[in-house]
């Protein structure tokens, strides 16, 4: 499922596939999914609006809230806990909850991890912990007099007006929920993993279930600009400020205050990913284009994170080239050869060949000059393709186009093409 916010408005809500596959139910905007470390964000936010409250402070140790820590975790302070510098342990010494082998902790569980030492010492390194957000959930119960999931539906889920959103699981009566399936791999089809248990003290880290509709309007609300927020732009400045660089990884990525950053080109982008048993989500929002992008998947293997980049890809290049101008807007559209299919994509002053089975379908594409309704020239292709050849679309009596030549190629609609194939190999079984 797929929602982008431009300006806090949806304009753009759709699902494909199954909401659980051995009943065949389709999936709709509707289905709410668990959306896992995305619950980093509303807690995160939680604090923020606590301390604008003034009932605490981001350099207060935890000790100050929460009793029976071991003395080096008390002296965390609770924005260490936020950007992931605590050096806490990240799941524990028995982390068989995310395997599905045993619960998620009850609070007395996670207090007696809490009693061990840290890993790594304090603020020296960006290191992820479930366990320090679940601690960040034991301050918010200490400061508040209430449980973490009833002070965070009323004081940040409400007030930024997010009707299918829950920070555990049971959903409200009534609303539909996506199951979770696994991957095809291990036992050459997908297993439903329903992912409906509470996540119960670690609820802070990864117990939301959502909608990417829901998320799409939340990360855009944590935009310093945003007109809305149930935060004041000084808590959302410092939230999505980025404060620690993975140190290994491959993808340059940053960590503010229970949210991520990296960058897309010359785009700056905050948000925050998730992965629960069955579930794979990512939300993206770009602050200097006030567009929020999330992707939610209701399988282990779904591919969240390269969808949602693809995405901010596609954007990237039409905010580089711009919108389409005169006589190459109605060049658009797909075509297809035995080999797979093509987009013409118009932009400004050209026509992109793009590759829709690529995550990234405008790398290496071919860029076609317009002459005229029905001509074109290749002006612009890799060593292997047509540069420099005709581009030409061929149209019916009715005046629409029924074949496209790109040099000596010649490209079809999927329906004709489909015929075609069919009919040349139908006795290919009997040979």
């Known amino acids: 499922m797929i929602a982008i916010a431009h300006r806090g408005r949806l304009v753009l809500e759709q699902a494909f596939g199954?909401?659980?596959?051995?009943?065949?139910?389709?999936?709709?905007?509707?289905?709410?999914?668990?959306?896992?470390?995305?619950?980093?964000?509303?807690?995160?936010?939680?604090i923020m609006r606590l301390r604008e409250q003034r009932k605490l402070r981001l350099d207060s140790p935890t000790g100050d809230y929460v009793d029976g820590l071991h003395p080096r975790i008390a002296e965390v302070t609770v924005a260490q806990l936020l950007s992931h510098s605590a050096g806490i342990i990240r799941d524990g010494t028995d982390a068989g909850q995310w395997q599905d082998r045993r619960p998620f902790l009850d609070a007395r569980e996670l207090r007696a991890a809490l009693s061990a030492a840290p890993t790594i010492e304090p603020n020296f390194r960006f290191k992820y912990s479930n366990h320090g957000f679940g601690l960040a959930g034991l301050v918010i119960e200490a400061v508040t007099g209430e449980r973490y999931g009833a002070w965070v539906q009323r004081e940040i889920i409400a007030k930024a007006g997010l009707a299918e959103t829950t920070?555990?699981?049971?959903?409200?009566?009534?609303?539909?929920?996506?199951?979770?399936?696994?991957?095809?791999?291990?036992?050459?089809?997908?297993?439903?993993?329903?992912?409906?248990?509470?996540?119960?003290?670690?609820?802070?880290?990864?117990?939301?279930?959502?909608?990417?509709?829901?998320?799409?309007?939340?990360?855009?609300?944590?935009?310093p600009a945003a007109s809305r927020s149930a935060l004041s732009t000084a808590s959302r400045r410092e939230m999505t400020r980025r404060q620690w660089r993975d140190p290994h990884g491959s993808l340059v990525r940053h960590y503010g205050l229970g949210i991520m950053s990296g960058n897309v080109g010359d785009w700056e982008w905050y948000g925050h990913g998730g992965a629960f048993q069955g579930f794979i989500s990512r939300t993206v929002m770009l602050p200097g284009r006030a567009l929020a992008?999330?992707?939610?998947?209701?399988?282990?293997?779904?591919?969240?994170?390269?969808?949602?980049?693809?995405?901010?890809?596609?954007?990237?290049r039409f905010a580089r080239e711009g919108a389409p101008a005169g006589r190459n807007r109605d060049w658009g559209g797909r075509w297809w050869t035995l080999w797979g299919a093509v987009d013409l994509v118009p932009m400004a002053e050209k026509i992109l060949v793009a590759a829709p089975a690529l995550l990234t379908p405008f790398i290496d594409?071919?860029?076609?000059?317009?002459?005229?309704?029905?001509?074109?020239?290749?002006?612009?292709?890799?060593?292997?393709?047509?540069?420099?050849?005709?581009?030409?679309?061929?149209?019916?009596?009715?005046?629409?186009?029924?074949?496209?030549?790109?040099?000596?190629?010649?490209?079809?609609?999927?329906?004709?093409?489909?015929?075609?194939?069919?009919?040349?190999?139908?006795?290919a079984k009997r040979r």
């Open 18 to 46: 199954q909401a659980a596959l051995l009943r065949r139910i389709p999936l709709t905007p509707r289905h709410r999914f668990r959306v896992a470390s995305h619950s980093k964000s509303f807690t995160a936010a939680a």
């Open 167 to 223: 920070p555990d699981m049971p959903t409200a009566r009534g609303a539909a929920m996506a199951r979770g399936h696994s991957g095809k791999t291990l036992l050459g089809r997908r297993i439903v993993v329903p992912g409906d248990q509470s996540t119960r003290v670690l609820a802070p880290a990864t117990g939301f279930v959502s909608t990417a509709g829901d998320l799409a309007r939340f990360f855009a609300q944590l935009d």
């Open 293 to 316: 992008v999330s992707i939610v998947t209701n399988a282990i293997d779904g591919l969240a994170n390269q969808w949602s980049d693809s995405v901010l890809h596609i954007q990237h």
């Open 365 to 427: 594409a071919s860029e076609i000059e317009v002459a005229s309704k029905t001509r074109g020239r290749i002006v612009l292709a890799n060593g292997f393709a047509n540069h420099g050849e005709d581009a030409r679309r061929v149209l019916s009596r009715g005046g629409k186009p029924s074949e496209l030549w790109l040099g000596g190629t010649k490209w079809l609609p999927e329906a004709p093409l489909a015929r075609e194939i069919s009919n040349r190999y139908a006795g």
